[in-house]
């Protein structure tokens, strides 16, 4: 798993006061703030969820198990890439499993972890809404169809996904 180094309540207090803020009169607002948290920190710092669990006077068990229900929430960095490998049926049908086979052997770790030295997370996603295109990933923000065992190789080289896409070969 990747390092994190320091408090995040002490490392950028100012964006979690901020947060908090938006729901100071909001009741029921633990899974805004935890969304918010994991769009700004890329995950949700542990040592955030007693602070969240005061602000909204609920006990942090409570937090963590709101936390802990979805699965798009996680307590762990990410890496500085996240490759998300599609499995809706479209992707499966055509070649996703063997991509995602590719990014977990080439990368040696399982759907949801991160490399040791930090620089890739795996995911997994129910549906990237690119079925025309399939097979589908999403690396961070950029997604990539008819994807390839050359194009997954291109992306873990950290090759650009617009260089990538403009390439077109299979």
Do not use: W
Request: glycine content about 8%; overall charge negative; hydrophobic content about 35%.
């Amino acid at each position: 798993m990747a390092a994190h180094s320091g408090d995040s309540t002490t490392k950028s207090p100012d964006l979690f006061k901020e947060i908090l803020n938006k729901y100071v009169d909001e009741e029921g607002a633990v899974l805004p703030i935890l969304k918010e948290m994991q769009e700004e920190y890329g995950y949700i710092p542990p040592d955030t969820l007693t602070p969240i669990a005061d602000f909204l006077r609920l006990s942090p068990s409570q937090v963590y198990a709101v936390l802990s229900f979805y699965n798009e929430f996680t307590t762990e960095p990410p890496g500085q890439t996240v490759v998300h490998v599609c499995n809706g049926p479209a992707c499966r049908i055509r070649g996703g499993l063997k991509v995602e086979r590719a990014v977990r052997r080439a990368l040696g770790i399982q759907p949801g972890e991160t490399t040791s030295d930090g620089q890739f997370s795996l995911k997994t996603s129910a549906c990237l809404g690119l079925c025309a295109h399939a097979p589908a990933i999403q690396v961070n923000h950029d997604l990539l169809g008819e994807v390839t065992l050359a194009k997954v190789q291109k992306v873990l080289q950290g090759q650009d996904i617009e260089d990538i896409r403009a390439d077109g070969s299979h």
